[in-house]
């Protein structure tokens, strides 16, 4: 898609990402590849969610390990005032 014109850095209409539904997916190779084209591991969406964030609520486990391993920060707050930790708590 993205050779055919798509823009990898498209948001949906809650702010989403690709690097957020590649967080949700469990999917570290997409991961990998939005990165390089760019977006931000630390991109947040309108609820201030990051990738973590979402990797962490969806029992995402390798795209967590993907995530940490490169530089997600574990304070990041979104707006309940959840981190990621407190997110893969529940």
Known sequence: MIANGA?????TFHGLNMLHMAAQGDQPV???YFL????????????DMTPLH?????????ALDYLLANESDLEMI?????TPLHL???
């Not at 823009?7 to 948001?11: D, I, L, Q």
């Not at 979402?54 to 390798?62: G, I, P």
């Not at 979104?78 to 959840?82: A, I, Q």
């Open 7 to 11: 823009n990898p850095h498209e948001r």
């Open 30 to 32: 997409s991961l990998e």
């Open 36 to 47: 390089r084209l760019g977006l931000s591991v630390n991109s947040r969406d309108k609820t």
């Open 54 to 62: 979402w990797a962490a609520f969806c029992s995402s486990e390798f």
């Open 78 to 82: 979104d707006n309940k005032g959840h």
């Open 88 to 90: 893969a708590v529940k």
